[in-house]
């Protein structure tokens, strides 16, 4: 009997008359959402994969345990993919989703569709999910995980100190959404529900529902931090904000620390090992050092550097790619450079396929150390840069006037050496972002070499 599933329920029966959920302006209890997920189950029926495509809603994750709760597979549907990439992960699957018109098939349904007499509930021995990776480079690819549910219902218990208030603001059909929400339900704890970010809309909900939990990736964190009503937001109730998804600016984290307190911690991880590494306020604090590391490698996981890139393996591996062999006890290229420090704080350079072969003699840089480079500047709000041939581009966002050249400039005071020097930087009001809240570095290298 999956341990998961069985804690799950638990939470549902247990939270009684109290909100689990407050999504555009509506409030769902504990009950309501254990009522609705029974008629949920029994609307579906049996079915071997079911495939979600939903929004940010209550629903989303009740058709997903109601779904598990049939013993079906369930495909978390990219939520950044293309229409091509959707369409042939969830080849087979019922469908279940918003948008019944974009999907061809013949078991397509929709929300209203789900809607039987409960019957008995029987649980399956284990949960089966697919995930796809975050496509901000590629093809996403389906990634089969299992075990690390039973590992959340472990973790995950009721605050002592009463139920918390989680902001979620990741898509519930990507890892990081996906594992709030349901950490968040175990905890008996109430989750204000966003469909998208808009940073205003954050610092509202914040100061409103006296948010004390939620996770950023870095270039939202940047949006919330530039937010004009910022200074007057009220973010006292906060008492743990989590980054992560991407290399963090170092002078951003500091910024972070200053504006929250000592409430703000790193992670690392990845949709196919979530939890890599992790560091808390308290091991940055008088260490501007650590400001750049993603933190020590977290129990039950191991790590090394093989050829610069990060490899990892461990307790929370998925089972391994869908249509490849089960990754076991192997070692799990990340695809990631990282170097470690001398007391085991692990430091991110880059991602492999971003490292740009530049200059006469083929020096590789990483492009996110560029980028790091360029937002020190008092006048760059965020910067990215990619490679364009055998030259790096830079792509900014500016809070103040500042010149091509003044940027070159700022680069090459930094790294003393000129292949760190992007040959050019175009200007943008904002950087593309997938759903996910990366950014999307694809979207953005097509933009600017478009004709």
Do not use: C
Request: net charge negative; hydrophobic share 40%.
């Amino acid at each position: 009997m999956s341990f998961f599933l069985a804690k799950a329920l638990a939470a549902l029966d247990d939270g009684g008359d109290r909100v689990l959920f407050h999504a555009g302006g509506v409030t769902t209890t504990y009950h309501q959402a254990r009522d609705r997920l029974r008629r949920l189950h029994a609307g579906l029926g049996g079915t071997g994969t079911v495939a979600i495509d939903l929004p940010n809603r209550p629903e989303t994750v009740l058709v997903q345990l109601a779904a598990l709760l049939r013993g079906a597979t369930v495909l978390l549907v990219p939520a950044s993919a293309p229409n091509q990439d959707r369409l042939a992960a969830a080849r087979g699957a019922t469908v279940v989703t918003g948008r019944p018109g974009e999907w061809p098939g013949s078991d397509v349904r929709t929300l209203e569709d789900l809607d039987g007499e409960p019957e008995p509930l029987t649980l399956p021995e284990r949960v089966s999910l697919r995930f796809p990776t975050g496509g901000t480079t590629g093809t996403p690819k389906l990634i089969h995980h299992s075990g690390i549910y039973d590992g959340m219902a472990h973790i995950f218990a009721p605050d002592p100190d009463g139920p918390r208030r989680t902001l979620l603001v990741a898509p519930m059909t990507h890892m990081t959404g996906n594992a709030t929400v349901l950490g968040a339900l175990l905890r008996r704890d109430t989750v204000v529900l966003h469909d998208g970010f808009d940073a205003g809309a954050v610092l509202d909900a914040i100061q409103e529902h006296r948010i004390d939990t939620l996770s950023l990736t870095p270039p939202r964190l940047a949006a919330l931090l530039d937010h004009p009503a910022r200074p007057r937001t009220d973010l006292r109730s906060v008492r743990s904000l989590s980054l992560g998804a991407a290399p963090l600016p170092p002078h951003r984290l500091a910024q972070a620390l200053d504006v929250f307190g000592p409430v703000v911690g790193q992670g690392y991880g990845l949709t196919e090992a979530p939890m890599i590494a992790s560091i808390s306020a308290a091991e940055l604090l008088d260490r501007p050092d650590r400001l750049g590391s993603v933190g020590r490698i977290v129990p039950g996981m191991e790590a090394r550097i093989t050829g610069g890139e990060v490899e990892v393996r461990g307790l929370s591996m998925m089972d391994g790619y869908v249509g490849a062999e089960p990754i076991g006890d192997g070692w799990l290229r990340t695809g990631d450079l990282g170097r470690f420090d001398d007391e085991g704080y692990l430091y991110l350079l880059d991602r492999a396929d971003d490292v740009v072969v530049t200059g006469e003699h083929g020096t590789k840089v990483p492009t996110t150390v560029v980028e790091h480079a360029l937002e020190t500047h008092p006048a760059v709000r965020s910067a990215a840069v990619f490679g364009h041939g055998r030259l790096l581009h830079a792509v900014v966002v500016t809070r103040s006037e500042v010149t091509e050249a003044e940027l070159k400039a700022h680069a090459r005071e930094v790294f003393g050496q000129e292949h760190y020097v992007p040959a050019g930087v175009d200007f943008v009001d904002a950087l593309p972002l997938t759903d996910v809240g990366k950014v999307d570095k694809r979207a953005l290298a097509q933009l600017v070499t478009a004709p």
